[in-house]
């Protein structure tokens, strides 16, 4: 499973890269806007736990950042830790059951061209008691008309779904 995943995330950074021409282009923004995440849930701690990949360029632009006009890494020019977790914690949420959850931001890693944030948190309803899962999630959307933001549920027991929110549609919900 975690391997279907990690081959979206590769594909989508090779888009990422042929639509920049390279990693370290500043010279033209690329016109994929989107951020792709995953629920799952580990069995052994038993937490629920939310990874979101964020291109950098886009998330500069969404904290308030400029972007440089010269040629570096864009690792180093992500936003903070702090911009990005404030950023995350206002435009996106996750309910089960239609019971807001309690998202703990874990950890954020920079990528090569995107800021990847481990978002975690427990609740009482084990995956096979899920019946219902509603998230908001307006990432970027109000800076970018076209973003796109893709949220993938892998649960022990469920079938694999997607949940995609646009400028249009920042909140869905689907049944099990």
Sequence with gaps: MLNTFMQRLVLTLILGVVCCHSPFSFAMPHPLKMSVGILTFDE???????ELRIFIDDLIVGTGGKLPTESVPWATVAPKKEKVRQHVGDHFSLSLNAMPQVLNFHKMEVEELTVAVTLQFSSELKPSDIVQISSEDSILTKTFVNQRNVLHIDLPGKGRR???FNAHQQE???DF
Excluded: Q
């Design 162 to 164: 997607s949940l995609l």
């Design 44 to 50: 052994e701690s038993e937490l629920y736990e939310i």
């Design 172 to 174: 869905v919900e689907i």
